[in-house]
């Protein structure tokens, strides 16, 4: 099945708008950093891969978190995203199967150096998900939340993703 699933690159059919997503190809070393809603700091650290399916006409992510503290096991997600031509964004689904939970996202490149993409499935919360700051070797993903419907933002999450097998810059 991981054969028949893989794609070696984008859909020609994508054209240009798998400029930004195919940059993420590969696989990332990952610092998670949670702010619970008390202002708890929480860090932990773990992999984030990403790889073009369905013969490059979606992109999926698999996001492993290693173990820590009193956790004895890795939790692992899923996300697949696809290039919806009609609204020319990339509608999203994140699996969370421990908790049995699914989100909806929906957005895209907001700059050269930003994607940003939005739910309503975490408890009604409008959150979003954002890739910041992407250079060769290593990009910023948020997590915001907002409780007054998008009037103001609390940030929730930062992972600091730095490609694995890259080699620092020249001082």
């Known amino acids: 099945m991981i054969t028949a699933l893989q794609a070696r ?11 930004f997503f195919d940059y993420l190809v590969g696989t990332w070393d990952v610092e998670y950093t949670d702010i619970s809603r008390d202002g708890k700091v929480t860090h932990r650290s773990g992999e984030f891969i990403v790889g073009w399916v369905m013969d490059g006409r ?3 992510d698999f996001w492993i978190v290693y173990p820590s503290g009193a956790r004895k096991e890795r939790e692992v997600y899923t996300d697949l995203r696809y290039y919806d031509p009609k609204s020319r964004t990339w509608p999203s689904t994140f699996i ?3 908790h049995a939970s699914v989100a909806r996202f929906t957005g895209g490149a907001v700059s050269d150096d930003r994607i940003a993409l939005d739910t309503l499935d975490f408890d009604g ?3 979003r998900w954002s890739i910041n700051d992407l250079r060769s070797d290593s990009f910023v993903w948020r997590e915001e939340e907002s409780r007054d419907g998008g009037k ?7 992972h600091h993703m730095k490609r694995r097998g890259a080699v620092a810059p020249a001082q």
């Open 9 to 19: 690159g984008p859909n020609p059919a994508l054209g240009d708008q798998a400029k």
């Open 58 to 60: 979606a992109i999926q």
């Open 96 to 98: 969370d199967v421990e």
């Open 125 to 127: 919360t409008d959150t």
């Open 152 to 158: 103001s933002w609390r940030l929730t999450a930062e």
